[in-house]
């Protein structure tokens, strides 16, 4: 016997590594009696004292038994579970599940871009990065025990109090901090949602087109999805299904993603009044309401209506960076409770170090600054890619209008340009986000997300002047001009 | 009227919020011709600037409307939805769902402890905090740009490196590093795991007593969760019922949680050779293996065998801090891509500078250190723990034997006698967890689960001697002995 060279270990780890796979592979059957550790030590040049560790540690896991007298033994036990089969053999797996296929569908790759337009990138050239390491640095050279722990408050009071300021002064949202809880990221938001509020195959309206991470996580929680069609007022109840009725209603209001339009006061109420008469929950998801240009947000759906079923979903994603992983939910005081303890059993607490740095930098102004600064800039990345886009402007090519966030949509003639489109850009280097990968059924009309926060105007510059080019070659020869539908989102 | 002194925000916020208020409150109905600018910042003493910023305001969000030469109207809408409802009447809210109270059922209050007795808790006072931080520092002034943003790849491809080796070494897992999925703790493992390879109301065996944390992960994933009894080998297939066949299998082979047994190779092999007869995938929960204080920990289920369904669950919860919130999973190839893509869309990854710090604690061997020190901090607050509990011991108090993990199983007379010394515990600042928590079903034998990882030798001792006494003070006159029943998990 040898012991290999690829094992990594000390040589007692090795010799044992060696025995328990001839035994495994079956050339030390049941019962056959193993070398005295003399022999063993003897034979393989290893002091005795090693062969012994590793002798002991086969006894210990029930590979070999010692016999009063008379040595050790491999264990008398049928070892085929564990046989290593002949060759490369693949085992039979079992298969995934129903709802898992189905999830994976509503996935794609999953390959993450950062070049333009990918979709969703904040401005992370533009993060304050020396200042926000030095908040992390405050935090985390004295950290209180407790915080290591397995912490149950529903996140950090310091930040939920900072927050509560900070939303009801920008966002008009009316809460106290202790209806804040503290997720990490805003899918877990929805993902509580989903299991404290339905059951499966409960209906939850989806805006159409939508996003993409709710669908998924409604899907996942084996919601049955009714999508419900936007138009340039927003999402629109009566279009919506009469039966059956919804327990979730999911709306992005402020900035529908992600054709853009807001949510009229006359749609709000409608809203509203279907999610009273239907008893449903209105999910509010609030991702990029900062982002609004040259007039200021438009308060919260949640601020609107003190009394009625709103849960406001928040995150620190496009206002800070995504990989912080940290967002919120606002919560009627009923459910309060009952969320922090499902949380707080279900994904558990954490990352209060990193709580206390974001409080701070909401306490002491840095945010307000920041959002202020990156509501620039992104007004600024938005004229670069008109800029970038005229020409194509100029040869009939639509965006949708309106001074805010983080993307606009450019509208195509057909589902064989955004096919193509997408294609060539994969190929060139610049991600195109085709608009039908946001909806749930047929798409209505065929478009790209194009996001531009994330890339600088040169990138900007250079992408657009790309896009130009490969939207003409693109064009169907039977469609010069735009279809006649209505724009079902300019502002 | 009058702007409340309450509002914060700049007078035009204060301004538009108390005439909404009163358009809401129906005081100004619809159709009502607001007041000219010009008088309100009069009546008011404001500047015309101000009123006509929150009047605009006003406008934009829909609460008015202008009329051409005529001044602003209160919008003609039926505003019933958002009307303030008179005193404190509290508006009916749509239930829980079924899923969501059944979930709750298994929360408890979630108030989390740091006490002695508290089980579960690491060393927190022992963790090389400024080692830490520097790592931390070092990775956190340079960001890379991609961290930032959305990622995709499972985890830092450092970290897995990194973890696979010591994994490889110290767990005999079998790996390659891609295999390795970095998640935000244990429990969204779990949940992935639970959404991908199970539908609503497939069967999952769970030890029983077993693990809350999984057993609420499987309840809120819609799982039937049958429970298998724990005996001092372990979780027992043989005791599990022929039918009907679990798609899911979770168990905790090198640490039974929490009643300690490690689980022979015959019961692992009756284990695998039941999750191929019944087309199972085995969950292997490996959360505390590392600190056997005496033996070299078990060699991994998922390492016996290498063909076989187990995915292999980690935690960095014992070994470094619950707060850290970071887990991962060992996936067969097969499983790798789905799993990756699933976690991306649903949760999402981040916190990838506390990765690559994590990847350096690992890869510079701090991570062994601390591993071998907690070991030893472990074993010694154990025998600080039975030293503390000698009087009772001598007086027929039993302790589960076994030289491993971060806590102990006290057996008790019954049951009244158990809730009867938690109580005694609440008051008394001396968190005890009774057994009777971990049973999915009627518990077999009362106890309390000591945890003293987390207590340093003082708080051990204190609490300890007060448990002495009550223990005393609460047996019951009936039942001087021990019950007759086998001790379930002694190793």
Redesign the interface.
């Known amino acids: 016997m040898q012991l290999s060279d690829k094992t990594?270990?000390t040589l007692a780890?090795r010799l044992y590594?060696a025995l328990?796979e001839r035994i495994?592979a079956g050339e030390l059957g049941p019962g056959t009696r193993l070398p005295s550790s003399r022999r063993l030590a003897r034979e393989l040049g290893l002091g005795r004292n090693t062969v012994l560790d590793a002798l002991e540690?086969l006894v210990?896991?029930?590979?070999a038994e010692a016999r009063q007298g008379a040595g050790l033994f491999v264990?008398a036990?049928?070892?085929?579970?564990?046989t290593?089969?002949p060759g490369e053999?693949?085992?039979e797996?079992?298969p995934?599940?129903?709802?898992?296929r189905e999830?994976?569908e509503?996935?794609?790759?999953?390959?993450?871009s950062?070049r333009a337009f990918a979709p969703?990138?904040p401005a992370?050239?533009r993060?304050p990065?020396a200042l926000w390491?030095r908040l992390?640095?405050r935090h985390?050279?004295?950290?209180p025990?407790?915080?290591?722990?397995?912490?149950?408050?529903g996140g950090l009071p310091a930040l939920k109090a900072a927050l509560a300021?900070y939303l009801?002064?920008s966002r008009?949202v009316r809460c106290r901090p202790e209806q804040i809880l503290i997720t990490?990221?805003a899918?877990?938001g929805f993902?509580l949602i989903a299991?404290?509020?339905?059951?499966?195959n409960?209906p939850v309206w989806i805006e159409e087109p939508g996003y993409?991470?709710a669908q998924?996580?409604f899907a996942?929680a084996?919601l049955e999805r009714i999508p419900v069609p936007v138009d340039d007022q927003g999402i629109d109840p009566a279009a919506a299904p009469a039966s059956p009725s919804p327990?979730l209603i999911y709306t992005t209001p402020s900035h529908q993603y992600p054709a853009g339009a807001t949510l009229?006061?006359?749609r709000?109420?409608a809203l509203?009044?279907a999610a009273?008469r239907h008893?449903?929950?209105l999910v509010e998801d609030d991702y990029d309401s900062e982002f609004r240009y040259t007039?200021?947000p438009?308060?919260s759906l949640q601020g609107?209506?003190?009394?009625?079923?709103v849960i406001y979903v928040g995150t620190f994603?496009k206002v800070l960076?995504?990989?912080?992983?940290l967002g919120y939910l606002v919560l009627?005081e009923?459910?309060v409770d009952?969320f922090?303890?499902?949380n707080?059993?279900?994904?558990?607490?954490?990352?209060?170090a990193v709580q206390a740095a974001l409080a701070d930098f909401i306490a002491e102004g840095h945010f307000a600054r920041h959002v202020a600064r990156m509501r620039h800039c992104y007004r600024q990345r938005q004229v670069c890619l008109r800029e970038a886009l005229a020409p194509a402007l100029a040869e009939g090519l639509e965006l949708t209008r309106g001074q805010a966030g983080m993307h606009l949509v450019a509208w195509l003639d057909d589902h064989a340009q955004e096919r193509d489109l997408v294609a060539r850009g994969e190929a060139a280097g610049v991600t195109l986000a085709p608009l039908s990968r946001f909806y749930l059924g047929e798409a209505s009309r065929p478009g790209l997300v194009l996001g531009y926060a994330?890339a600088d105007e040169a990138e900007i510059a250079r992408a657009g002047a790309w896009l130009c080019q490969a939207w003409r070659e693109t064009r169907s020869p039977r469609l010069p001009q735009r279809s006649g539908q209505a724009d079902p989102t300019g502002e």
Chains 1, 2 share one sequence.
């Open positions: 990594a270990g780890r590594d328990r495994q540690r210990a896991e029930g590979f264990a036990l049928d070892l085929t579970p564990v290593s089969p053999a693949r085992v797996l079992p995934l599940s129903r709802r898992g999830l994976l509503r996935c794609g790759d999953m390959r993450g950062h969703g990138i992370l050239d993060f990065h390491a992390l640095r985390q050279r004295h950290v025990t407790a915080w290591l722990g397995y912490q149950t408050q300021d009801q002064l008009s990490q990221g899918q877990q993902e299991r404290l509020l339905t059951d499966p409960d993409g991470g998924a996580c996942a084996g327990r009229t006061l006359a709000r109420l509203l009044a009273e008893g449903a929950w007039t200021p438009v308060a609107l209506a003190t009394q009625a079923p994603s960076y995504p990989g912080l992983r009627p009923a459910l009952d922090r303890r499902a707080a059993r279900l994904h558990r607490e954490g990352g209060y994330g």
